[in-house]
């Protein structure tokens, strides 16, 4: 009988109105019927994309988590086979992954991304970060190799593609010989 009852309250319950304001979607993150949908956070970019005191403003951020958290937990030792660069914020494609490091691993530490967020992190994201970054003949492969001897230069990439040299030769003989300033006397 016991039983019975406390079945027949919890039917009255599942079979009243929602609360009002209340979405019965709220629990799947999906905003209510005819509700206003929740604030979209703002989307992240790439920060190669961002300029001037935006660009630096993340750019300070980012060398904030790096040197205080991310060098002294993964930071290992650095050699030949795992090199360093202390001018790393001037290597553009070490700024790009290290940023997409950090956004993945914010995103990860969220409690909304389970218990398993911060695993997920290190498999798929810092494992592949690390082993492009300092790799042996990755971008900061012509930098530091021994903590004794701190060295920086950036790599030259590969110049432009025959078709994109193509059409800037066809640009310039389209527009013309440079007409050269006359001297006045």
């Known amino acids: 009988m016991e039983q019975s009852a406390h079945q027949a309250q919890q039917l009255d319950h ?14 799947f993150g999906l905003p ?3 509700g206003p949908p929740p604030a979209a ?39 030949t ?14 700024v790009a992954w290290l940023h997409a490091l950090w956004l993945a691993y914010q995103q990860h530490k969220d409690p909304e991304a389970g218990l398993s967020g911060l695993f997920v992190w290190h498999r798929d994201f810092l494992t592949h970060a690390l082993a492009a970054i300092r790799a042996p003949g990755g971008p900061l492969s012509a930098c530091m190799t021994s903590p004794e001897r701190p060295s920086h230069r ?18 310039a003989a389209d ?8 001297p006045t006397s």
């Open 14 to 27: 599942l079979a009243s109105a929602p609360a009002p304001g209340g979405s019965p979607f709220a629990a």
């Open 32 to 34: 209510g019927l005819g």
């Open 41 to 79: 956070p703002p989307e992240p970019r790439p920060i190669l994309e961002l300029d001037g005191e935006e660009r630096e403003d993340e750019l300070d951020a980012l060398s904030d988590w790096v040197d205080d958290f991310f060098l002294p937990v993964y930071g290992a030792e650095v050699t």
């Open 81 to 94: 086979a795992a090199p360093w660069c202390l001018q790393w914020q001037e290597h553009d494609d070490v």
């Open 154 to 171: 950036i790599l030259s990439g590969p110049p432009p593609s025959a078709r994109t040299e193509k059409a800037t030769a066809s640009a």
């Open 175 to 182: 527009a013309g010989p440079a007409e050269l300033d006359e």
